[in-house]
């Protein structure tokens, strides 16, 4: 297998036309889009060469690969946002310049971001028509507003009004809001970005119709996505990304997953959830009677002991991220107590929670999580400001660099340096960025809320080995996932929730899908013998 691809790399994999992979073929007048040769470099790191793709009209075609694969670099060439120190992009044959943004919607290419990107003062319709409001007599018109609003939010299958404020909307939600903003630019080429990441499944199922409608109007999609059963269910072929090359293309009747996989790292992935027995210690984190505000009406109660991973399952909208940002002390609670080894964490005042011993990774790893402007030494050095600090309180740049430089190492940070801008990094690469800083820490108790969003499948491995790693030395560790498959794989056992509430326990001898849905969606605790019933 590992030979096909360096073959298909090498010569580039012919569909049934005859043209390569690379996407360009005698008659380029057949292809909607085509990019040839692409190649970029960021700060002296190679992000893309030589890089060739092309799309058909009404196609949808996957484009895979892992973290700094260079997908990213390509589609945000493509949409005009970056530009490409060589290569040549041509639309039904005609070389186009695509220098802005606004010159890719021009010529009808539109992406839809993997980070949000939501005005959260505005409401749901004037994020929709942002620079593009109907008016009339120099006004904008509002009721046509909110009526147009309410036909692309229909096309999504997202039930909400149009002036509903983007703030108070769930991330899956916002995600959802997004899709319908880029429909209504009526778009010939459609790049979704991991556009699932934050999607619960009846919203993925609901994003399905949505690209199976697309392509029977016409309209091409790229799709870009870590998680591999979408892409066999959607894709009419896949280009797949290595190292900021072609690795080679596949096409429908050989979209699998183990062809997919050992295409984009060059190799076979074995026990891929990385867990090893572990005989949990004392309890560690006690949750006694916690009532969260966005769910008054349910106190939660659970413990987490030392060296156990115990997963948060649910769907969007389950209150899991409520509860994390809670015990954390980002939202205060009406009542309860959260304790870190016999120690009471003091309501609302992350600070103390972090004294106590506490971390959290948040959901939205650029907004919460890092200083994208700010290096790979900056943003790891900012939980150990007090630690690091030297006579007169300056800070001790020394030590700073050397904790930087073991995190680095530790996880295994793909990075020209750690002064390199954390923005120039892959997903990946940022997440594990995220992860240092709070690891250098040495926390008792890891809070991780969708570790793996956004993340390739070689990096999601790396993250799981991590985790299992910090559970031997001891860490109890409480994570919450909407990958079900996750849950399965590294939970010691999983707490189910719907509606702010926990709705029951499993351990992991009794952890399976339908006993985790039949708890998500309302079900009560129920022995898994009858869940599947």
Known sequence: MLGEAANEKQHGAHDETG??????????????????QISRRFAGVRALHGVSLALRHGEVLAVIGENGAGKSTLMKILAGIQSADSGQILIEGQPVRLGSVREATAVGITLIHQELNLAENLDVAANLFLGREPQRWGIVNRRRLRDEARRWLARVGLDIEPQTPIHSLSIGHRQMVEIAKALSVNARVLIMDEPTSSLSMHETRQLYRVVHDLKASGVSVIYISHRLGEVRELADRVVVLRDGENAGQL?????????MVSMMVGRELSQFYARQPNAPGDEVLQVRDVVTRPWPQHALNLTVRAGEIVGLAGLVGAGRTELLQTLFGILTPLRGQVLVAGRVVRRGHPAHAIGCGMALVPEDRKQHGLITSMT??????????????????????????????AMVAQLGIRTAGIDQLVQNLSGGNQQKVV???????????????EPTRGVDIGAKHEIYRLMDQLAQRGVAILFASSELDEVLGMADRALVMHQGRVMGELLRHELSEQAIMHLATGGEAAPVSEVGD
């Open 376 to 405: 790979v030494r900056n943003n790891i050095g900012l939980t150990g400001l007090r630690r690091n600090q030297g006579p007169l309180g300056m800070l001790n740049r020394r030590a700073e660099r050397a904790t930087a430089d």
């Open 251 to 259: 096409l429908r009747p050989d979209i699998t997953h183990d062809r």
């Open 435 to 449: 992860l240092s800083k709070w690891l250098s820490l040495e926390p008792r108790v890891l809070l991780l809320d």
């Open 19 to 36: 043209e390569t992979a690379r996407g360009v073929g005698t008659d380029s007048q057949r292809w909607l889009l085509e990019a040839r």
